[in-house]
């Protein structure tokens, strides 16, 4: 039973172009959403936590957004370094459960 | 601050033999946690610390598979008999409390099983 998922698997973006990155999930009683930007050979590195549906959070170029079934993070003109896998978790019981992200490459 | 700290980066080793690998959180966080990542994939949950006792080693999977954080600070995945299957990268993440909070994750070591 598939608790997070992703889409789309990969995403090429023009430097400015934007778009957004989709984490549905199924596990009930929520008890946050975690969205994580991982770069090559390195470990996730948290971006946001989200609790409720309505919520949004924002850093620099990206937005994350919550409902009940799902969350979306927007880029907003990406740049170049923004080219990076971006993971969502969910919680149930004591683990963590991620998604298989969404490997986003940004071309100048 | 430091961050979390794992070792080795990198770890070659053959069927059938035992290895180990550490990782040191960060300092005061009482959760921690190890997954697996394989290529293409995201984490994969293993165990759960909170302070020194494993409250969840569900995602372990199987008994070649073992880990322990005696003090509540280090803690050192153990597996024996590795198998090719057990190739991945093994993640560790803490945070400063137990429950729905910020992982702070390590850079991982990369585990390859000839």
């Known amino acids: 039973e598939d608790q997070v998922t992703q889409s789309p698997e990969a995403l090429r973006l023009q430097e400015g172009e934007s778009s957004s990155l989709n984490c549905s999930y199924t596990?009930?009683?929520?008890?946050?959403l975690f969205w994580y930007r991982q770069d090559p050979g390195k470990g996730p590195e948290f971006l946001f936590t989200l609790y409720s549906a309505g919520e949004e959070k924002e850093k620099e170029r990206l937005k994350a957004t919550l409902t009940k079934k799902e969350s979306f993070l927007h880029i907003t003109a990406p740049k170049p370094e923004d080219s990076a896998t971006y993971l969502c978790?969910?919680?149930?019981?004591?683990?963590?459960?991620f998604g298989t992200g969404t490997s986003l490459t940004v071309i100048p | 601050g430091a961050g979390v700290s794992q070792t080795p980066s990198n770890k070659v080793t053959e069927k059938g033999k035992y290895v180990e690998l550490r990782c040191d959180p960060i300092s005061g966080h009482t959760a921690l946690y190890w997954y697996r990542q394989s290529l293409g994939q995201g984490p994969e949950f293993l165990i759960y610390f909170q302070g020194t006792g494993a409250a969840d080693d569900s995602g372990l999977p199987n008994d070649r598979f073992f880990a322990v954080r005696p003090e509540g600070s280090v803690s050192t995945l153990k597996i024996q008999r590795t198998e090719r299957g057990d190739s991945a990268v093994y993640l560790c993440?803490?945070?400063?409390?137990?429950?729905?909070?910020?992982?702070?994750f390590g850079p991982g070591t990369r585990l390859t099983v000839l």
């Open positions: 993440a803490s945070s400063l409390e137990p429950g729905y909070n910020e992982q702070f």
């Open positions: 978790a969910v919680p149930a019981g004591n683990q963590f459960y």
């Open positions: 596990v009930s009683g929520l008890r946050g």
